[in-house]
């Protein structure tokens, strides 16, 4: 399930409409680097249309003492309707991947500046925000565990479960990204 479900089944409609007018459509090339590992980021990143690609390296540093590029690894792949960026909202350390455009790719972008204002200024949508983060963090660390081996045992026979109030609005929250890929991807 993508970020944006999450995040869309949580918002309210006030909260969806300050997420509409805060950010902008922008177009990225590919190879274009969105967030950098080790560096703080500047927004939230929605995919509107195309695929970025997450990647890590060992450490945060881009090169070794040999002055050699570190290979990355392909951790994930983004594409419409995926977020990249949240993470830096809920702790402050600095990003652990790098997301660059896979290809050319149509974004919606929210810089940090309006969101972290939005987050001090808005308890109801800063808590609506940090639940869906939240929701969606566990529900990666249960899979990640699962593909590792661990909790096998525990999770194997078991249905992934939704938070119930997220699961409710799981319709709304589809109809809203559908909506908000073909709005903001065909808007001039």
């Not at 002055?67 to 949240?86: D, M, T």
């Not at 939240?134 to 990640?144: C, G, H, K, P």
């Not at 661990?150 to 589809?174: M, R």
């Amino acid at each position: 399930m993508t970020k944006a479900l999450y995040m869309l089944a949580e918002f309210s409609d006030r909260d969806f409409d300050w997420l509409l007018n805060a950010g902008k459509r922008k177009r990225v090339t590919a190879e274009s680097v969105l967030i950098k590992q080790g560096e703080p980021t500047d927004a939230l990143y929605m995919v509107l249309a195309g695929m970025l690609v997450v990647t890590a390296h060992p450490g945060v540093q881009t090169e070794n003492p040999l002055g050699n590029q570190l290979e990355s690894e392909e951790i994930a792949r983004l594409g419409p309707g995926e977020i990249a960026g949240e993470m830096s909202f809920v702790d402050a350390r600095p990003p652990s991947a790098t997301v660059k455009a896979a290809e050319d790719s149509l974004i919606w972008v929210i810089p940090r500046s309006r969101l972290a204002a939005k987050l001090l200024q808005d308890a109801e949508f800063a808590s609506h925000f940090y639940h869906a983060t939240a929701v969606f963090l566990s529900d990666r660390l249960r899979n990640a565990l699962s593909q590792l081996g661990y909790a096998k045992a525990q999770f194997s026979e078991i249905e992934p479960e939704v938070d119930p109030q997220i699961a409710n609005n799981f319709d709304l929250a589809k109809a809203r990204l559908n909506w908000l890929l073909n709005q903001l991807r065909d808007a001039s």
